[in-house]
Each structure stands twice: as C-alpha cells, then as structure tokens.
C-alpha cells in the first residue's frame, strides 16, 4: 500500500516545518514526515526549507548567519497564533521516538554547501537509534553519495526536477534504493520499471486529487503531500481492492 508521507509536515493548515505541523501530520495517519535541514553559523542542525528565513519567519537573512540561540528567537508560526521556534533536528528525533514515522530528511544543501552537514545528520540520527525509519534525499548528488559511504545502512534517494531517462540505473549507480522525482516528470511505466526493478519511488508534492489516484493505482511506493488527510480518503478507495 501507498505510503503518505506529510511534506515539511502538514503544512497545507500548519506553520511548514515546525513541530505543530509534524504532531498534526501524526495525528492525521500520515505514514511518515519530509523535512528540510540546515546548519547554523555554530553548526547546529536545523529544520528550515529556504536558505534564508524572510519567507516562513518574522526575521531577515540567511540561516547560515545566525547562531543556534539567535535563529530559535524567531517566531516561525505564520499560520497561527501561537510562537513556534524553528525545531533543531534534534528536537524532531527525540519526538519521534514517541512514534513509529519515517522520517525524509532533505538536505538543503544545493545553493549552500554546508561542511560536515552529513556527518552531523548521521551522528545524530545514530544516537537516537533511528537510521532504520530515515531517508536522506537531496537535489545535491554528491552528498547524496558522500552519505551513503558515511553510513550505507541509511536509505538514500536522489530528489529530480527533471525527467530522468531509466532512473533505476542512475539510483544503483550512486547506491541510492529509492528516488523523490517531481510527480509530473514520471509517467505509469516509468514508475513501475523503477519498483520493478527495486528502486522505491516518492514523488512530491503530490496535492491534486488526480495525481494522487495515478499514483494510488499504480501502488507507487510513497506520495509527498502538504495534505495527508485529503491523501487518507484518497487511498481508502484502494485499500479495499484485492
């Protein structure tokens, strides 16, 4: 069955990427959380999709110029009215322990590249005994690479934009075991050929009714939605065929 996996939580009716969007992404079913991570000027891991924080926060500049006590003052709820800090990564592991969810953790490191960013990701995630529930996925190959060879026990999947030719290849070729293309470059056939061939398929940011039943008929591996309650009714209708 087609896992639903809630993009930067339930962010189509909570604040993206704060832990009142992972609880809520929780509580509607959702199989797992997709989240994005950045470091600190002091090196500290947090969750945040932009490389500077003007869009999702109160405050002005680039997360990379801010040290972890200075960037916790900003109030990244902007869709309710409670004061929400950005999580650190830590705070998401923790809480995850509480629950059984998998976790895809994109690394924004594409424009930026943060130094040491794997290493930390991966030490942290081993501390809290959870490399079996991760994903790690990022439109940056390289790293995608660099953190499979850091520790080959952490599923990896490349992120594409684009239409890939024969994407199962390019994925046993960096060692990836899954791929996160954008859902309106992947046709049916590729998607099977890629499962078939043993390479999990997530597509994102899978919101229109439409998409999710292609993707629900052909038992893709995963959706990423911003809605995983509207995702729910939409799998009910598949989770009664033989």
Request: charged share 25%; hydrophobic share 35%; net charge neutral.
């Amino acid at each position: 069955m087609t896992q639903i996996f809630a993009h930067r939580g339930f962010s189509s009716s909570y604040a993206e990427n704060t832990m009142s969007s992972f609880i809520a992404a929780e509580k509607a079913g959702a199989d797992g959380l997709e989240l994005d991570v950045q470091l600190t000027n002091d090196g500290e891991i947090v969750v945040i999709h932009d490389e500077k924080i003007d869009r999702t926060t109160n405050g002005n500049g680039f997360v990379k110029d801010f040290s972890y006590r200075e960037i916790r003052k900003f109030n990244a709820n902007n869709k309710g009215f409670k004061k929400e800090p950005i999580p650190a990564l830590e705070e998401v592991l923790e809480w995850m322990k509480t629950n059984k969810l998998l976790c895809n953790i994109e690394f924004k490191n594409g424009l930026i590249p943060y130094e040491g960013m794997e290493q930390k990701v991966i030490e942290m995630v081993s501390k809290y005994n959870l490399s079996d529930r991760i994903i790690i996925s990022s439109f940056n190959h390289y790293s995608i690479v660099n953190s499979y060879r850091l520790a080959p026990e952490i599923e990896t999947a490349p992120l594409f934009i684009e239409s890939i030719y024969m994407p199962w290849v390019y994925s046993q070729s960096i060692k990836a075991s899954g791929i996160h293309p954008k859902h309106s470059t992947i046709p049916d056939q590729i998607v099977k050929t890629t499962m078939e061939n043993g390479i999990a398929v997530r597509p994102y940011t899978v919101n229109r009714e439409a998409d999710m039943h292609r993707l629900f008929n052909v038992n893709c591996t995963a959706i990423i939605t911003d809605n995983p309650v509207k995702a729910r009714k939409v799998r009910k209708q598949y989770e009664k065929r033989p």
